[in-house]
């Protein structure tokens, strides 16, 4: 019970500065924000974002996790979602944004946006079904298109992980868990994976990830899983 509650007050230690931070902060559900110009933010489970609206710009800082936004026009105030140090732009659109680690995904389900490694530009442009990825070395990278009806599928309860690494997709099953997950071990040399999972069924999506990726789950008192490969 000790080594559970050292391991539960270490993952929520770290979340002060993001309490301080965010103006709207999603926990184990997703959340829809209004925002105050009538766009609309949706977050997935663990996401946060802080809000920044002047005469000139509507700015959004994606501090954690991933948000679909749907925005409403105003071509005298762009609408941007910055994560970072990257920048989305919206051009009447709706799209999808998501940090992990230190990479940022872009995806457009309708309408067009541009998105550019720093805030000096150097755009490249997204129509619905495009994707990009921007690296922290300032690269724009296209991605595969993806069907609409995939794109934010967590919104309909469905984690969609393609050719994710093992941490990462533990990583992403951890966000809907209610207690903390540690990786414990190298996880890089395993095989990439794909898979679906339903987010209202985490336990049972870990477990599917530890049988087909040869992973060792240990579940303690409050919550805590750790991860490790399988002996």
């Known amino acids: 019970m000790a080594t559970a509650a050292v391991l539960a007050l270490a993952w929520v230690a770290p979340d002060a500065w993001l309490r301080l931070q965010a103006d709207h902060r999603s926990t184990r559900a997703i959340e829809t924000v209004s925002l105050p110009d009538g766009s609309r933010a949706v977050l997935d489970a663990d996401s946060a974002i802080a809000v920044h609206y002047d005469g000139h710009v509507r700015r959004i800082a994606l501090l954690r996790g991933q948000a679909w936004f749907e925005v409403a026009h105003e071509a005298s105030r762009p609408f941007q979602v910055e994560a970072q140090g990257s920048v989305v732009e919206d051009i009447s659109t709706a799209f999808a944004v998501s940090r992990w680690n230190d990479q940022v995904e872009a995806v457009v389900e309708q309408g067009r946006v541009r998105v550019a490694a720093t805030e000096r530009g150097g755009w490249t442009y997204l129509d619905a079904g495009q994707r ?51 990786v414990r071990g190298d996880l890089s040399a395993l095989p990439a994976v794909n898979a679906a999972f ?18 060792s789950v240990t579940r303690l008192p409050m919550g805590v899983a750790i991860v490790a490969p399988a002996q």
Do not use: C, K, M
Request: proline share 4%.
């Open 132 to 182: 990009a990825r921007i690296a922290p070395a300032g690269r724009v990278t296209r991605l595969d298109d993806v069907a609409l009806d995939r794109i934010a599928a967590w919104r309909d309860g469905e984690l969609l992980l393609e050719t994710a690494s093992v941490e990462e997709a533990v990583q992403r099953i951890a966000r809907y868990r209610p207690g903390a997950t540690f």
């Open 198 to 215: 339903r987010i209202d069924r985490p336990e049972q999506a870990l477990d599917a990830l530890a049988v087909s990726a040869g992973l």
